[in-house]
């Protein structure tokens, strides 16, 4: 796995009502109709996440990690707490459920009457592996890749007024805003965009910064050079991922012995160029 979704949604449960949607037509939109995705687009790009999460398998769709006390379904890793016992992550398959819902999407009755994991341990969830209604599950995440790339769009959407509120300063705020959606016209750049939040984290965090100075995605944006959006955007968000990652290291405790990531994370940031 090289990375995980889990992140996005630790602290996001607003009502299912947003702005992302999967379009006909491709093309860059403008910040107030937010992200917005051709099919064709939502579909590559939830792939490279299903890839990155689940091996690109089917199998990988459902699976229940041993030592964790939940499944994790879906190209995101959804969390599906059993009834009773919740946990320290915000429990995202039945928000992604109310996503669907909302969109029309067709889904096996049980998984829309649900409430709750129907898998009361891990032991239960491996021995059904191949049961009817696991298969049903599983053929059902693999049709709506689409559908669940929009709903983890949308939570990175809900990132930004975080991280806007952490900035001081109208004009950086809105240079925040700007680039943000830049980089967000172009495909390569959505998934440039989800990977390095869940990556370093949005950068809100007062305890995220050395020497005053941080790493996470509000500050990749903010050091972002002037340009027009769509690939230039992506290019210059990759640049700027790895001034903001070099500074780290920089100014990182010496015992801490950072520079030993450089090569990965630089390697990482130019990947999003190619991005998927």
Known sequence: MHFSLRWLFLSFSLPLVGCVSVDSAPGPTPPAAGISLSEADANAIGR?????????????????????????????????????????????????????????????????????????????????????????????????????TGFIVRRLELALPKMKAATSGEADRQRLQENFYKVASHRNGVYALIDYVNFKGEGVKKEEKYNGQGWGLRDVLLDMKRTDGGQAAVNEFSESAKRTLQRRIANSPPSRGESRWNAGWMNRCEGYKQGI
């Not at 599906?80 to 992604?96: A, I, M, N, Q």
């Not at 409430?115 to 995440?141: C, H, I, T, V, Y």
């Open 48 to 148: 490279k996440i299903w890839k990155n999460e689940c091996n690109g398998t089917v199998e990988g769709l459902t699976s229940w990690n041993n030592g964790e006390d939940f499944p994790s379904l879906g190209i995101g890793h959804f969390i599906w707490y059993v009834k009773g016992r919740p946990g320290p992550f915000d429990e995202s398959f039945p928000s992604l459920i109310a996503y669907m819902k909302q969109r029309g999407v067709a889904m096996p009755r049980w998984v829309a009457e649900a409430d709750g994991s129907p898998w009361k341990s891990r032991s239960e969830f491996l021995a059904q592996q191949n049961s009817p209604k696991m298969k049903e599950l599983r053929n059902f995440l693999a049709s709506t890749v689409s559908v669940q």
